[in-house]
């Protein structure tokens, strides 16, 4: 009976590991997107799709964690990096959505850049987190978190900028409304990545 209870080693892993790659993968469909803006209908919903893919992968995972009686490190922690992870794809998905429902008809360098930092920010978090099975080995994690942290920095200083540039950019009220909220939600993408990072640094220093 407790041979049952105990998870394979490498399940919670695979499933960290499953969350991280559709992500990457979203973030990408947002960046092309933007930075070739056709066939709008069709990639956001390809992208919605993605976003869907992503839930089934987090709904099993949140399932496994409140079924195994052994977990590879503290619960709480699985669940946060669980969630936090997910929050990235649904704001990435969420950033897309409102393209397409807003009607908005080109896009705009500054949305372009937030997106290609999201882009390396999730591929970063996706790096971090495979590394979370080498949680004996340190360094190169609490390294990739310091360069997450940082992409969020940087993608901050572009949203402020990229807003500066929005509202002296004349145009008419209603856009500047729509964009912003575009900007808004993929640079708060990034933050969830930093997210990630904390929490990922938290589970690091316990167990080193």
């Known amino acids: ?30 960046h ?11 990639r956001v919903q390809a992208l919605k799709d993605i976003e869907h893919k992503g839930d089934e ?23 946060t990096l669980l969630s936090r992870i ?3 794809l649904d704001l990435t998905n969420a950033a897309a959505s409102r393209i397409h ?4 008809q080109s896009s705009l360098p500054d949305a372009t850049e937030l997106a ?31 360069e997450i942290k940082r992409l969020e920095t940087q993608a901050d200083e572009v949203l402020r900028a990229g807003l500066g540039r929005l509202f002296k950019s004349g145009a008419d ?8 909220e575009v900007y808004d939600l993929i640079e708060t993408a990034t933050d969830k990545c930093q997210g990630v990072a904390n ?3 938290g589970v690091v220093l316990e167990h080193s």
């Open 86 to 88: 997910d929050d990235v």
């Open 199 to 201: 929490v990922i640094e």
């Open 1 to 30: 009976m407790l041979e049952k209870l105990m998870p394979k080693s490498d399940e919670f892993f695979d499933d960290f590991d499953a969350q991280c790659a559709v992500t990457v993968e979203g973030a990408r469909m947002l």
């Open 32 to 42: 092309t997107l933007l930075s070739d803006f056709r066939d709008v209908a069709t």
């Open 173 to 180: 009220p209603l856009t500047i409304i729509k964009w912003k």
């Open 116 to 146: 290609r930092l999201l882009v390396i920010s999730a591929e970063k978090v996706q790096e971090v987190v495979a590394a979370l099975r080498l949680i004996k080995k340190p360094e190169q994690i609490l390294a990739g978190c310091k």
């Open 101 to 104: 429902y807003y009607e908005i």
């Open 57 to 79: 992968v987090t709904h099993t995972a949140f399932n496994r964690l409140h079924k195994q009686f052994i977990t590879p490190f503290d619960r709480g922690q699985i669940h």
